[in-house]
């Protein structure tokens, strides 16, 4: 125990007991303690939040989960073509398909 702590000593039939003041005036390293806990951590908290809604936004769209892509001239109309909710192997078909068809036509 530090020497400012207010310490009693009550004696009772079953021996002494100890008591210890709850609450000890705020010192420098109590306020660092606070601050890291109050703002620093939650701080790094949402950063790693952030990050992995990040990863996992990119891998959704990187394998095509759930029918979704990112929207391209494709799908806007602009160019016939695969359209946004198509897989990732749909798409991959398509495109060696289109590839081959090209080749056919310039010989």
Do not use: C
Request: avoid cysteine; charge should be positive; charged fraction near 20%.
């Amino acid at each position: 125990m530090a020497s400012n702590d207010k310490v009693s000593l009550t004696k009772q039939s079953d021996g002494i007991i100890i008591t210890q003041s709850w609450y000890r005036n705020p010192t420098f390293v109590w306020m660092l303690k606070s601050t890291a806990i109050n703002f620093i951590l939650p701080f790094f908290n949402g950063v790693m939040l952030g990050l992995g809604e990040i990863l996992a936004n990119e891998l959704v769209f990187k394998f095509g989960w759930f029918g979704a892509s990112r929207l391209s001239p494709v799908s806007l109309g602009i160019r016939t073509g695969v359209s946004p909710t198509a897989t990732a192997e749909y798409k991959k078909a398509l495109q060696t398909e289109v590839k081959r068809l090209d080749k056919q036509n310039e010989r």
